[in-house]
């Protein structure tokens, strides 16, 4: 299990700063407000560019890193397998004899 508070993110990842593209001209460009968060233990990665300031960035990052622990650390329940009721069986077998019947019926008699 991987604590997923802030101050284990923290301690246990490294960040990066990264230039981001996109729309936003010159200063988008220039600036390093892209974040780039990388979890040692697991090696997940999140990036976040989508805000202009970095420190929103930072905040968008942390955040969605917290998701995807917590995704990666939900134990699976595992499906018990069911077979159908008998009476779902019995109208499935209905159903199909008169579907059967119904298509019989669409051909051309034949003379006996």
Do not use: C, W
Request: glycine letters at 6%; hydrophobic letters at 25%.
């Amino acid at each position: 299990m991987y604590p997923t508070d802030r101050e284990s993110l923290e301690r246990d990842s490294d960040l990066e700063f990264i230039k981001a593209s996109g729309p936003g001209g010159q200063h988008r460009n220039k600036v390093e407000t892209g974040v780039r968060l990388v979890h040692r233990p697991t090696g997940i990665t999140v990036t976040a560019t989508e805000r202009r300031s970095q420190h929103a960035n930072r905040e968008a990052a942390f955040e969605r890193m917290q998701a995807r622990l917590e995704e990666f650390q939900r134990v699976e329940i595992p499906r018990k397998p069911t077979r159908p009721a008998a009476a779902s069986r019995e109208r499935r077998v209905n159903e199909k004899r008169i579907s059967g019947l119904r298509k019989k019926l669409r051909s051309t008699p034949t003379e006996e």
